[in-house]
């Protein structure tokens, strides 16, 4: 078989891995060969801030896909290994090890990397004891430190802070988490949710500190260990382990020096297409145009890495597809499944339904009579219905979309 039909996939995450199968169902038909620098398996990776983190989650039951899966779609798994750079002249690869690899058509799924903390550049990021959490070797590592009577300090009050903070604390650890905004999730829902997960964390026990800015950290440089997290305001945290966990930047260093157009994420059209033809992109490394919003955006979920890697699959068969759902993300804390859909930037008006005190409620964003985004909280059936909302633009009557009497789908209906 010639190089020329050869579908190099680099990356071997969400993305990668569906994109290489979908592939194989839409009908390529040379070899498809999936790249990944990780040695395991493609895996979940939510579950490594929720139920593997806490151990009720196994290495099996976080893969993707069975080895089966991929050796009956004919997907040639290469892991533990990294592409180094693209030559689009010649349509090739080379790995850190110097080999090469032809390609017809290369797809991008490389992810991103945790956001490093400046005050951690000193010497903390050396130490045993400090992390940064993407990968299962990364919880591997904080796993054999989450004992028992242990003091944890997380660094960013996101998703990541807040999920490791649930399982610390039933963990049985004394937990503290050091957010430099003024309230929790700042960045994607309204204060009066951040209050409502700030409250139920005090209650768990755990010692949440907003507009809290991170400077620097005490080392025990003989053990290779962090002992405290200080702070811009002069507190000083005691600790046994920091994990630091303040967002992502998009893995777009190969796309960059192979001169495709980047900015935050590598650029990508709606079909999941980057400015070279024989290249695609997918997942959280890109920034796309979305028919919904009129716009470029970047996201960091699951959700989305599997929609743009279906549309990748499906264009690059010859059968365009265009990204057009929604965005979507969940988030499990304690007995507290939330699920939010849209965005919610340029919302004028926020309505609450059901009760915040019995952690039961939903809170939909507007922009007059249309549905933004919506966060719900233990409410999935509401969740399936504020999807249509969004997505299919459906105009409320914001009086009524309060009265929790109403059932949601009759003010669809109506
Ligand atoms: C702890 C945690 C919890 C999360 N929880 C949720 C959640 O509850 N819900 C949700 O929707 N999303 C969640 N997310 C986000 C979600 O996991 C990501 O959006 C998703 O993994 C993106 O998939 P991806 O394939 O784009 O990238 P990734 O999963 O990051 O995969 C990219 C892969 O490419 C590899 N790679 C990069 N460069 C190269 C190279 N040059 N050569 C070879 N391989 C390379 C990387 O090592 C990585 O294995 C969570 C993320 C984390 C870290």
Redesign the pocket.
Known sequence: MSHHEVLLV????????ELAIQAREHGWPGRIVL????PAL?Y???P???GYLSGEATLDSVALKSRATYDKAGVELMLG????SIDRHAARVTFIDGQALHYATLAL????RPRRLPAAAEGAEQADNFHY???LADVDRIRARLVHGSRLAIVGGG??GL?VAAVATRMGLTVTVLEAADRVLARVTAPRVSSFYEQVHRQAGVDLRTGVQVDGFALDTARRLVTEVHCSDGERVRTDVVIAGIGLVP?TD?AAAAGLDVEDGILVDACSRTSDPAIFA????TRYESPLYGRRIR???????LEQ?RCAAATLCGKERRHDGVPW????QYDLKMKMVGLSQGHDRLVLRGSIEERSFCAFYLQGSRVLAVDTVNRIPEFMLSKRLVAERLPVDPERLADDSVPLKNQIAA
């Open positions: 680099v990356g071997a995450g969400h993305a990668g891995a790249v990944g620098d990780e493609p979940h990776r939510p490594l801030s929720k290994r990294r592409v180094a799924a490389t992810g991103g959490l993407r990968t998703y990541i999920e893995d190969l997918a997942g959280d490394c996201l960091e979920s699951v959700p989305n890495a890697a993300f969940w988030s499990d």
